[in-house]
């Protein structure tokens, strides 16, 4: 089968519908005007440098040692990235960059060390980006929530930490409802497989000219994993956060800034 | 008899500010102990030191002579109960709250505790989110007092409350206190404090600027100065009045 590349034209035309996107916003004034421009602008340039570095890298003649380099900045820049979005928690890039690292690699020992990918740089470098690039998504969430809960429900917490319990116990409500939050889009991404959307490894690989069953294996194979790192992500982190906003002699910490 | 808190030099920091301020102060172990002073002066901290919401950031507080640092916090918790300004019912009925550290806690038992708070033992099974702000309030000291605890702390428990909801918090407070549990009350409001104080602690600015039986000339100056300056919460201050625990308007709450 001929493969569909699409070419620096096709990328254009793409665009037009963007300007669709930006003239309904900006018919509706809702101020995105400028931010969908600079979304577009980055994540062109961002791709660009993103598939230029690629290249090397994922060549058959590079050491795989690169691929695993790449796979670590990932996980850096997720940890970064999730730090970010709950700066009031103290410490959580290093709880975000456990949670990745943890999620990572459990990921890609399941994928690799059980043979349903081949390992090599063209497999190794996007397979982690797709699973640590889902489980980032719900350790931002699982923070965020965690942390929002604490600061929002700090007297509930506090009720119970003074009738004796722990930590955990007191905010076990606010913990199932965040780690939930966290979650449920996940499950019901995977629910809706094949049916609402078809997604991006298996459109890809169609698009690249693989059979279509062979694209369904790889991308069930792949959201199973992204479900249980997504998982994963959003437990270590959402309890890492509250172990943070907590001290070890069960007290809450002043959360002025997470209000 | 010896105190129940002793507060040594006892300083607290959040985020750079002073809440107390090398406190120094004993809670007796008995009758009702009455800390007054307008917001901000740290009284609350003062309460949540007790049962150690708060650690201080300098200093020590003494539970019966013992480093409080150094008591496990889960089990003091449960010796030192503690009621909140809000009611904070958990989800779920009436007995899930009574029992939720309590898990093992019989029908009967908490048909007690709430009939001890003056509750109709018949609420048991209804939704705690259903109860009026008195009656979840009164639940809330009975759910505390599934610890079996040997002191209650109230931190401004009736401000959120009507004038019969406070009457009856009040009332219960002075019950535990003749029945031998000693009660830490927290209050900016003068009427109170005379309602219901055998002691007194009176406190500005993260200080404790007297402390004692309050029935001197001495506590009237020092609940002045408390009150006033900043400007005292409470509209009816009368700081010309003296401290009289016999007061016959222990139960006027205008």
Redesign the interface.
Known sequence: MERDVIGWSGLAASLTFVLLAVALTGRHRLGLSRGIGVAVGRSLVQMAVVGTALVPIVDPDTPLLWSWAWVLAIVGFAAVTTARRAPAVPGLVWVALAANALVGATGLSVIFGLGILELSGRTLVPVAGMIIGNSMKAAVVGAARMAESVADHR??I?????????TRAASK?LVRSSLRTAISPQVEQTAALGIVFLPGAMTGLILAGAEPLEAVRTQLALMYVILAGVVMAATTTGLGTLARLT?P????L?L?RVA | MSALFEFDDVSLR??DMVVLDRVTVSIPGRGVTVVIGASGAGKSSLLRCC?????PTGGIVRFHGEDLSTLP???H??CV??V?Q?P?P??GTVLDNLR??TPDLDIDTGAELLARVGLDPAKLERSADSLSGGEAQRM?VA??L??DPEVLLADEATSALDATATTRLEELARTFAHGGMPVVWVTHDLHQMRRLADQLVVMRSGRVLWSGAGDDGEADAAIELALCDPPAVDDAYKPQQPIDRNAPDRNDNN
């Open positions: 007297p509930e506090e009720a119970g930490l003074a009738l004796g319990m722990t409500r001290t002699d069960a007290r809450v002043p002025d | 959040k985020q049962n150690r919401l708060e650690a916090p889960l089990a918790r449960r109960a503690m909140f809000a904070t958990f989800p939720a550290v809330v759910r505390a599934t610890t």
